[in-house]
């Protein structure tokens, strides 16, 4: 009788199993992985499109580096930022007051990637990382993911999805996936190129006559810490070594919103022994010596690395790209406590002045910042980890217009910058090596192909961050606002695979441009008409202008330049294309000069009527790191076609007058 009873519960027991199994097994179209601002933008685009999706952050916060400090932002040219990169800034600016903000708190970006998921009510799975992948040939049918703060196989989930997108820093799903990919400096010698690979240069170096040793002239005392005991190989040779690593650092000197810096764990001065011979032959002046100190709004800071010895933890991060993630954690900590220790000493140790160490008692953790986290960033700046090696390889070439991507879904126009990697004794001195600083180039197209593996590695995965670039040409890539931008082509390509059943390397790439182009706000809104100077239909010039090719103060590769002082009656109109009559708000964009007109005449016209209004110089204000800024002219009723126009003269200038873009922006009702 018994055996009968087993024999009847054996398939109520394989049901309860296989519901069990079931709830740690998540189907969906679209599955990111890494919470980073690249993987918010992606999984808000696929989301948009109608597709299911699941985003997977390790952590428990979302935007990466753009909410972990980073609110200086890099952009070389604000024309690279595009779709829903440029409405994040946008988002920052409502906040803030103004269109756009380029410099911010951590908290307010986190809130508004918080907000991204929630509109379009994103899944996001936190606290879990990769644990493995599954492939049926070139194709990933599933992940393994595992809980991050309590590893157990009962709680591991499986993701099966149509098409994978890698937004993390670290390429982790890119790299079980059994794609290739490349950690560290390529040979000169394999692209071609002559900033790769080792590189001793003068950019963030120390001066000559600083000794290594412990005991000054001494050569058997031993190497101070934070110096390598190899030899520097020739310029342009290829390397593991990864560029530096750090944190950007909010701090606040608000009394009542500090933390006092604290003595942190495992300080050990001796590690700053370097810091003070570099004072020694370069006395302190002011506190920000030895920073890139940035003000934020708030009174916060983002605190980058500058100099010879500075925030950047030079030789520590080489195996953290391929490291375990108990091995990771370890390199956190040492740079969260070395950068820690650093203010620490500076604000106390009795060999730095009394003025700076005073000054430095002034400044402490923001309360209202990384509230969970002890106040602390929850991201370490990866600046770089894996690199793909896809189905192409961007390179020096294409940041330098020698070779043009066709298949563009970003732009890309950074100087081409690599921060140091490893520090030396050359000729018995002190010395970095591996900073590169190289630009002087317009912004460039970035290949689609770029975010695609091999075909025969990975037919349903793309990569937006560990992306397909040499070292140096990554140098230029890696930065937030393009990650977002590339993320967005990515998820779109994604999507546009799932509907064709095809594969992401086989995607039309112009339908990809034409749906980013008419939709770039994934929402279905009328997108803005932006009219650029070098527009050869909706552009008309009166006199002989000139151009100039400052691309951190113009948007785009150029503007127009007169400094005949309105002697020559001189103007651009823009004519925007109006598809249907609606309320636009207009603005120009205004390079701000050194040798700049005080006033600016402009002319707006609705098709009915026309403005005339200037803009004064000096009202213009300028934050963050380009030269340029938007200034609004106004609201206006703007017909269907090509009816209205702006127009930028010499009328009335004392020096000289620049005409770059015009954005009209459609009213939201």
């Known amino acids: 009788m018994r055996y009968f009873k087993l024999l009847f519960m054996l398939p109520l027991f394989f049901l309860l199993s296989c519901s069990n199994t079931d709830k740690n097994v998540e189907e969906v179209d679209v599955c990111i992985y890494g919470g980073t601002s690249a993987g918010v933008i992606a999984a808000y685009t696929a989301k948009q499109a109608g597709k299911s999706v699941l ?47 380029w410099i911010f708190e ?16 994103v899944d996001v799975l936190y606290e879990n990382r990769l644990l493995d992948v599954k492939k049926e040939g070139n194709r990933i049918t599933e992940i393994i993911v595992e809980n991050s703060k309590s590893p157990n196989t009962s709680t591991n989930k499986k993701i099966k ?111 700053y022994e370097l810091l003070v011979r570099l004072k020694e032959k370069q006395p302190w002046n002011k506190l920000y010596d030895i920073f890139i100190w940035q003000i934020m709004p708030n009174a916060k800071t983002d605190i980058n690395n500058f100099g010879g010895f500075s925030t950047d933890m030079i030789g520590a991060n080489w195996n953290y790209p391929e490291a375990s993630y108990e091995d990771r954690a370890k390199i ?42 002890g106040n602390w960033s929850h991201q370490l700046y990866i600046r770089e980890s894996r ?79 560990c992306m397909s670039a040499s070292h140096i040409a990554y140098g230029s890539i890696r930065m937030e606002p393009v990650f977002m931008v590339m993320a967005q082509s990515a998820a779109v390509a994604a999507c546009h695979a799932i509907d064709n059943n095809t594969d992401v390397q086989n995607i039309d790439i112009k339908k990809l441009q034409e749906i980013i182009a008419n939709n770039p706000l994934a929402d279905g809104s009328t997108p803005e008409i932006l009219v650029d100077n070098d527009s050869k239909t909706s552009v008309t010039t009166v006199g002989n202008w000139s151009f100039n090719y400052d691309t951190y103060r113009g948007y785009g ?43 600016t005449a402009v002319t707006i016209s609705d098709g009915k009527s026309i403005e005339e209004k200037t803009i004064f110089q000096s009202d213009v204000k300028v934050e963050g790191q380009t030269l340029g800024e938007w200034v609004k002219l106004g609201r206006y009723n ?11 003269s010499n009328k009335g200038a004392d020096n000289v007058v620049a005409a770059d873009a015009v954005l009209f922006l459609p009213v939201r009702k």
Request: proline residues 5%.
């Open 332 to 373: 956190v900590k040492e740079h969260e406590d070395y950068t820690k220790g650093l203010f620490y000493f500076l604000g106390n140790d009795e060999r730095i002045p009394e003025h700076i160490r005073k000054e430095m008692q002034t400044w402490g953790y923001p309360k209202d910042e990384y509230t969970d986290n």
């Open 161 to 271: 999805a149509k098409v994978f997108i890698d937004c993390s820093y670290e390429g982790d799903l890119m790299a079980k996936a059994n794609v290739s990919y490349i950690v560290g400096r390529e040979d000169n010698k394999t692209y071609n190129e002559t900033y790769n690979g080792s590189q001793l240069l003068n950019g963030h170096q120390f001066p000559d006559g600083i000794d290594p040793y412990k005991v000054k002239g001494d050569s058997t005392s031993g190497l101070i810490w934070g110096i390598s005991d190899k030899a520097i190989q020739p310029n342009g040779t290829g390397d593991k070594k990864v560029q530096a690593y750090n944190y950007r650092v909010a701090l606040t000197n608000r009394a009542e919103n500090l933390v006092p810096i604290t003595k942190p764990d495992n300080y050990d001065p001796a590690r």
């Open 557 to 599: 590769s150029n503007f127009f330049v007169d400094d005949s002082k309105g002697k020559d009656p001189k103007s651009i109109k823009y004519t925007p294309n109006v598809v249907s009559e609606s309320e636009y708000d207009i603005y120009i964009y205004f390079p701000k000069l050194e040798n700049g007109s005080n006033k």
């Open 387 to 465: 690199r793909m090696i896809g189905e192409k390889v961007m390179t020096q070439h294409h940041c330098q217009g020698k070779e043009i991507a066709e298949d563009a879904i970003a732009w890309a126009a950074y100087t081409m910058d690599s921060h140091n990697c490893d520090r030396h004794v050359v000729n018995g001195m002190v010395k970095n090596e591996g900073n590169v600083e190289v630009g002087g180039f317009p912004p460039y197209p970035i290949s689609y192909k770029s975010i695609t593996p091999k075909k025969e590695e990975a037919c349903n995965l793309l990569v937006p961050v």
């Open 55 to 101: 985003l997977i952050e390790p952590g428990n916060h979302l935007g990466g580096m753009s909410s972990g400090g980073l609110g200086f932002t890099d952009i070389g040219n604000k024309y690279v930022v595009q779709g829903l990169a440029r409405d994040f800034y946008r988002r920052l600016g409502s906040h803030y007051g103004k269109l756009e903000q």
């Open 638 to 648: 703007l017909p269907e076609g090509k009816n209205a126009y702006v127009e930028i």
């Open 106 to 121: 951590p908290s307010v970006a986190e809130a508004i990637f918080n907000d991204y998921v929630k509109r379009a009510d």
